[in-house]
């Protein structure tokens, strides 16, 4: 029995991490994502982390939030003073507008300035003078201890809980899938050199093992080795530990795959019924799925496990996941291949990395002068936008029945009103694949996607491959699958599709180049 790799812990110290606390003080709708996501929505399970930590994410985003929330008190009172002061006759009306316009200008000015603060001393990379982030976040009344469990418990869980169509999620976007489903059959005796019966390779097909249905003709049945008896655990295990010595632990230094990681990941689905009751309540403690005998139990609550083969590239910028399963069936070996790629974080998050070290009396001018030039439309965004983001709430259009993509009831009596409340509480999406775009940055970062596939497929049909021809399978259908795979997939007709996956498979993928980023995976319809 093979030992279960653990998926390795959340990267809180690492460059994406920093970046995505950057981008919660940059971009006030990818902010309010994260709140909504992790805090307002806290029936979901939380999506898996790859190459960072979404709890300082959002603390970071709770944090940009208050700012803007303290911004709006001091506004406010200043306001009620000015009010007081002007119908007690105190100030007359030209002096109360002035004082106005100086008290939003004051928190406008202290808002902005408190953000460059944050952004060029606690998120700034790392320099010689000057330590990196450390992963250090700050503390809020609504970042609770008991919240921070939660997230760090479900996002370095080894068993996922996922909502909607599709399982992997948080690995970002599908780039290419192929399934095969190859026999098990024994491989041919030898003598001398020359195999018995048939077995020659007929158009990528085994001859019958047996002859002809009158049971002349020249052919003779095929002498073929017993198999050595082997389970879907074993070809996992093999397939785990030969990935990592292969790409991480043997090679020389220099070539190692760093940033690797190979677990083994269960995903299931997270749909419960209320049963009448509050579905909030119902879903705070979802049961984890109880284990059975069979694999791959074809069921709606069935967990099903795969192997996670990770690797993180440029400063965790650029996650390539691949994800593996097998499964036996009427002896035949089916494997999945399915690959996601988290593009690079966008570039406007990029500007912390640019800020000054030290706000001088300088910046403080040219900041001073930039406020009191963009100050009516920015107090027109600070007194609106609060009052459009509490609207949906209001008419209830946000609450977590809504929410809920009911299935058309249509049936004759419309039976469905009758019916428990259904509530998926499984994740949706990560909160980096919350942040906007997702277009490459660079050349190279593409290419190093498509180089990272190709070594892992490379090497797991290798390793497959030998695990099959030690249990005495003859693999001569798995070395012709294996010469399709590699030769259509990544031929020389294939420079615009990444992965076309026109022969082999029962899925085709979405193009992939063009330099138009990474497409979204196609679901049905």
């Given amino acids: 029995m093979t030992t279960h790799a653990a998926p390795p812990p959340p990267d809180a110290t690492s460059n994406v991490t920093r970046l995505l606390c950057a981008g919660t003080y940059l971009d006030p ?84 300035l408190a953000i460059l603060q944050t952004l060029a001393e606690h998120l700034a990379p790392a320099t010689p003078g000057r330590p990196g982030f450390d992963g250090a976040y700050p503390m809020t009344s609504r970042f609770t201890p008991e919240l921070v ?4 418990r479900q ?17 970002g976007s599908s780039i290419r899938r192929w399934a095969n489903a190859e026999l098990l059959l024994g491989a041919p005796v030898s003598r001398g050199g020359v195999l018995t019966g048939p077995g020659s390779l007929l158009n990528g097909h085994f001859p019958a093992q047996h002859g002809p249905a009158d049971g002349g003709g020249d052919h003779a049945p095929a002498e073929r080795k017993p198999i050595i008896p082997f389970t879907v655990e074993d070809i996992t295990g093999r397939v785990c530990e030969q990935m990592l010595a292969e790409l991480r632990d043997k090679p020389a230094p220099s070539d190692r795959i760093q940033l ?22 119902v879903l705070l403690d979802v049961p984890d ?3 059975g005998d069979e694999h791959w139990r074809e069921d709606y609550d069935a967990r099903r496990e795969y192997l996670c083969i990770r690797i993180g590239a440029w400063q965790q910028e650029l996650v390539t996941s691949v994800f593996i ?9 089916h494997t999945e291949f399915y690959t996601y790629v988290l593009g690079p974080v966008p570039e406007s998050f990029h500007l912390a990395d640019r800020l000054p070290a030290a706000i001088d009396g300088r910046l403080m001018v040219r900041i001073a002068w930039d406020v009191t030039r963009s100050a009516p439309g920015e107090l027109l965004r600070l007194v609106f936008n609060p009052l459009r983001e509490r ?8 609450t977590v029945r809504t929410l809920v993509r009911q299935a058309h009831d249509t049936s004759e009596f419309r039976l469905g009103r009758y019916a428990l409340t259904e509530v ?26 498509i180089k990272y596939i190709q070594i892992i497929e490379r090497h797991l049909l290798q390793i497959v491959g030998d695990f099959l021809r030690d249990h005495d399978v003859d693999t001569r259908e798995h070395d012709a699958h294996q010469t399709n795979i590699l030769q259509q997939n990544f031929g020389a007709n294939s420079t615009n599709n990444f992965g076309g996956n026109q022969s082999v498979g029962n899925n085709g993928t979405q193009t992939f180049g063009n330099n138009s980023g990474i497409t979204r995976e196609a679901r049905p319809a």
């Avoid at 996002?155 to 690995?171: C, E, I, M, N, R």
């Avoid at 399963?325 to 070996?333: A, C, E, Q, W």
């Avoid at 609207?391 to 946000?398: E, H, V």
């Fill in 155 to 171: 996002q370095g869980s080894d068993t996922v809980y996922y909502g909607g169509y599709k399982p992997f999620v948080g690995a």
């Fill in 289 to 291: 799925p109880e284990e």
């Fill in 260 to 281: 690797l990681s190979v677990d083994r990941r269960r995903f299931t689905k997270a749909v419960r019924t209320a049963e009448g009751r509050d579905p909030v309540a």
């Fill in 424 to 449: 998926d509480c499984g994740a949706l999406t990560s909160v980096r694949e919350l942040a906007p775009g997702n277009d490459f940055h660079h050349f190279f970062q593409e290419s190093d996607a």
């Fill in 29 to 112: 709708v990818y902010r309010k994502a994260v709140i909504r996501e992790l805090l307002t929505h806290s029936y979901r399970m939380v999506a898996p982390s790859y190459g960072y930590d979404a709890a300082p994410v959002l603390a970071h985003a709770l944090a940009a939030h208050n700012l803007r929330r303290n911004q709006l008190a001091a506004l406010g009172a200043g306001t009620a003073v000015v009010l007081v002061l002007l119908f007690t006759g105190l100030l007359s009306g030209l002096g109360a507008a002035l004082l106005f316009f100086w008290v939003a200008w004051a928190t406008m000015f202290l808002r902005r």
């Fill in 149 to 152: 469990g939660k997230i760090n």
């Fill in 391 to 398: 609207l949906p709430s209001r008419f209830g259009t946000d």
């Fill in 325 to 333: 399963g097998f499964d036996i069936k009427g002896s035949t070996l």
